[in-house]
């Protein structure tokens, strides 16, 4: 009878433990494959630009431009996977590639126009393709699978 008294609530104990464990690895699983799904979207919408930039010689603000609005909203949509941390990372890695340097009043991604002086954009112009590449691929680093 010690036996079945014993046994019975160390069963029920290892069946609760068990299936603890298997929902926390569940739950593991389904936030990296959101996780997953959403960082090649987002590493996906920057294929074609980063192609451009390095096979062509055109403008990389008319590149980048052209593809403003899918940009934006691949990373409005992986923002949100992120942790708390990494969405601090990618918020100031964003900034970066998107926002002005030298002049708040400078329109979004004008600074890699060739139009520009080096005062104006603030990066040389020899340099503005490889800042473009060099930043995009900082933001898409914080988009490798897990």
């Not at 991604?109 to 060739?114: D, G, P, R, T, V």
Request: proline share 4%.
């Amino acid at each position: 009878m010690e036996t079945v008294i014993v046994g019975v609530p160390s069963a029920i104990l290892g069946v609760l433990v068990g299936g603890w464990i298997t929902y926390r690895f569940a739950l593991d699983l389904a936030k990296r494959q959101v996780f997953n799904q959403a960082a090649t979207l987002f590493r996906a919408s920057f294929t074609d630009e980063l192609t451009q930039l390095a096979t062509t010689s055109d403008d990389p603000h008319d590149i980048l431009s052209a593809a403003q609005a899918k940009h934006v909203a691949a990373g409005f949509d992986f923002r949100w996977v992120l942790t708390e941390r990494d969405r601090e990372r990618f918020d100031s890695a964003w900034q970066k590639y998107y926002c002005a340097d030298q002049d708040p009043r400078l329109p979004y991604l004008e600074k890699y126009s060739k139009h520009l002086s080096d005062e104006q954009a603030g990066i040389p112009k020899q340099e503005r393709r490889k800042a473009a590449t060099d930043r995009i691929e900082a933001l898409l680093t914080l988009a490798e699978p897990k």
